[in-house]
């Protein structure tokens, strides 16, 4: 079974600061997919950023930007000029790439929180 | 605009009673899932199905049940047997095996308090 660990339970940054959230996880497959989901205080819950396993180039989403590294079973988010809007719970989550591969695994959670 | 409307947002129980929460979409997709929200403990899996009349059990199905009746609903049932069931409750939504790239789009959640 795939597990998801964020070792992070909370953070902060100052407003225009960067951040990076930490994910490892682990699996015995070679294809898969990662996230980042972002919770607002609202909580309806976004998908932030996707990054393929059999692509070695990070995926970057204007201000998102990861670091994948598949060796070292590590995923970790970069948030770059931190704005007030991105102080959220951020889930990294795992899915199967494969037949019939339609769960997602969650990790715990990091509670973002940006400071003006 | 297309989306998920989860209903009730907040839900009162007594102790021994069944519940419902609505889970409707008008994305046409055909993947839906429920998910458990803990403090602390990420999301878990609860139901999810795959396509109209089918649906498979997730990590933490027991004293919970579900139907498909409709590919736009997928309402969730937390029965008396559940022994902790006050918890915030998403629903969520994917494209079809094939098409899907591990995208969710989430309701805005349903919180269930049992008194």
């Known amino acids: 079974a795939q597990t998801v660990t964020q070792s992070q339970p909370e953070m902060s940054v100052q407003e225009a600061e960067t951040v990076t959230l930490s994910c490892t996880y682990d699996?015995?497959?070679?294809?898969?997919?990662l996230f980042w989901y972002k919770q607002p205080p609202s909580r309806q819950m976004i998908l932030v950023i996707r990054?393929?396993?059999?692509?070695?180039q990070n995926a970057t989403e204007n201000r998102f930007s990861v670091n994948f590294q598949k060796a070292a079973k590590s995923f970790s988010l970069k948030i770059s000029d931190s704005q007030l809007g991105d102080t959220a719970m951020y889930f990294c989550?795992?899915?199967?790439?494969?037949?019939?591969?339609?769960?997602?695994?969650f990790g715990k959670g990091t509670k973002l929180s940006v400071i003006p | 605009d297309g989306g998920i409307t989860q209903s009730p947002k907040y839900l009162f129980r007594k102790e021994g009673q069944n519940v419902t929460l609505s889970c409707e979409q008008n994305l046409n997709h055909d993947a839906m899932y429920w998910y458990r929200q803990d403090p602390g403990q990420g999301l878990r899996l609860i139901y999810y199905s795959q396509i109209v009349n089918d649906f498979q059990k997730g990590d933490i199905a027991e004293g919970y049940s579900v139907s498909r009746e409709k590919k736009e609903s997928f309402p969730l049932t937390v029965t008396s047997a559940q022994k902790n069931p006050t918890a915030f409750y998403l629903c969520?939504?994917?494209?079809?095996?094939?098409?899907?790239?591990?995208?969710?789009?989430f309701g805005e959640g349903s919180r269930l308090t049992v008194l």
């Open positions: 990054q393929e396993a059999y692509k070695q």
């Open positions: 989550a795992f899915m199967e790439q494969g037949a019939g591969s339609y769960q997602l695994t």
């Open positions: 969520a939504s994917s494209k079809r095996w094939g098409q899907n790239t591990g995208e969710l789009f």
């Open positions: 699996t015995s497959e070679n294809n898969y997919y």
